[in-house]
């Protein structure tokens, strides 16, 4: 019932193409197919309707086809990849997860009761709409992860609009709001979901060049990784026509080297979170960062700099944390942002923002122009408590290659002091072997999944 619109277009476009993986070919036939078959398996194994049921793995044709009959059995989905291992039984845990479903390198499917009752009120809610679910885990790069509850008929509603049909590389984690979106939304136009054995730059750039993939959702770190591996000359690009990146601030120095090295290419900001799902944006322009975020079902305003959004397809709510919605149904994404007519810049979040002295100092503008240095692999920057100023800036460096550190501490220091205002250059610079961003290649300023 509630995926009817995508077994139409399924059964439509039955002999294109809809994933490529471990170089295997699958078509819409075989997903409309397979559907049924996991539909039927859901029955035959009694799991009962708006059971929360987590799908262990990452993108493949059995966890796509899986997905979609654990939606349409009205059961609330935790899908978990290998991303999360260390805190795997935490989340079965927080999500009162009642089955488990692992697949294997093969694709086959184990399926295991777990213990756990889901007797919290939000699922209990589900339960009584016959409504489906989705529950997603935040990155937790600045604190405990949180496991966002959704009521997924609203999120597939945006779905149901014919988009342009793509060739898109799944960068993005199956257990993530970025991923799932690229997964519906490609599927709902039929385009072709390219799998990745691994996430390295060559590896990326490699099947871009050999399936002639169209789309790249990524983020602004992979793309700093791109970027400095110089992988990009040794593969051909020319297929690409949207770079879309998002899940943290792009470095307005990236940004602007990407586009001198690919003017062809459309790069898109998006913005999304697990909360309120994905808002339809579009860019001032290719090398600009002010962009223009909303769309059907979703309304945006700025409160004390802060942007907040309603949307029909936010979450209902947190298993773990309060609400974090005002009043009036506003999330407010803690996200600070300058505001240009329709277009917005996004600063950063607030729990980063440092204070020296009564200015503030956003760390993504600083990490920029220590972005633009040579040698510099990755940069975070911080605040340290300082018993005058308050904080002082500091920051944390590793090296694409061997350098003495006191030259390359003296070289980020002589470039700030050109770039920027005084109490913007940091005080105290780290170099640093560990990598600074996650599994899911994002910037990882506390920690985090």
């Not at 539909?39 to 262990?56: P, T």
């Not at 979703?298 to 409160?303: M, S």
Request: hydrophobic share 40%.
């Amino acid at each position: 019932m509630y995926i009817n619109f995508l077994m139409e277009r399924f059964e439509q476009q039955r002999t294109k193409k809809f994933m490529v993986w471990h170089e295997k070919f699958f078509d819409y036939q075989w997903l409309f197919q397979r559907v049924n078959y996991w539909k039927q398996m859901i029955a035959n194994e009694e799991i009962e309707l708006s059971s929360v049921v987590a799908v262990y793995g990452d993108f493949s044709p059995n966890s796509v086809a899986l997905f979609l009959a654990l939606i349409d059995h009205q059961c609330i989905v935790v899908p978990l990849t290998e991303s999360v291992l260390h805190k795997k039984d935490e989340f079965l845990e927080t999500a009162q997860v009642e089955c488990l479903i692992s697949l294997n390198e093969s694709d086959e499917a184990k399926i295991a009761r777990l213990e756990n009752q889901a007797s919290h009120p939000m699922l209990q809610e589900l339960k009584i709409k016959k409504c489906p679910g989705l529950i997603l885990f935040s990155s937790g790069s600045t604190g405990k992860s949180k496991a966002a509850v959704h009521n997924i008929t609203g999120m597939l509603e945006k779905y149901q609009t014919p988009r342009p049909s793509l060739k898109t590389i799944t960068f993005l984690l199956y257990d993530h709001i970025g991923g799932v979106n690229t997964m519906l939304h490609t599927l709902s136009n039929t385009g072709c979901i390219y799998t990745l054995k691994d996430r390295n730059p060559g590896t990326v750039l490699a099947e871009i060049e050999k399936h002639k993939i169209e789309l790249l959702p990524t983020s602004p770190t992979f793309i700093n990784m791109i970027l400095l591996s110089e992988a990009y000359k040794r593969y051909d690009l020319s297929s690409l026509k949207i770079i879309s990146y998002g899940t943290e601030p792009m470095p307005e120095s990236t940004l602007r080297r990407l586009h001198e090295l690919f003017p062809s290419i459309k790069l898109l900001q998006t913005y999304g979170l697990s909360e309120v799902g994905i808002l339809r944006s579009k860019s001032k322009s290719s090398d600009s960062l002010w962009v223009k975020v909303g769309g059907e079902g979703f309304e945006t305003r700025i409160v004390n700099d802060m942007l907040e959004i309603k949307s029909r397809s936010a979450m209902m709510g947190y298993l773990n944390a309060p609400s974090p919605f005002t009043e009036d149904g506003w999330f407010k994404t803690g996200d600070v942002v300058e505001q240009d007519g329709e277009y917005i810049k996004i600063l950063g979040r607030i729990s980063e923002i440092i204070n020296v002295g009564g200015q503030k100092v956003y760390p993504a503008e600083v990490e920029s122009v220590i972005q633009m240095i040579d040698n510099i692999a990755e940069v975070t920057v911080y605040g340290e408590r300082n018993p005058i100023t308050g904080n002082f800036v500091c920051a944390k460096v590793r090296l694409a290659k061997e350098e003495d550190k006191k030259q390359v501490i003296y070289r980020i220091k002589n470039v700030c002091k050109d770039k920027l205002e005084s109490f913007k250059v940091p005080v105290r610079i780290k170099v640093v072997q560990e990598l600074q961003h996650s599994a899911r290649f994002k910037k990882t300023r506390c920690g985090g999944v």
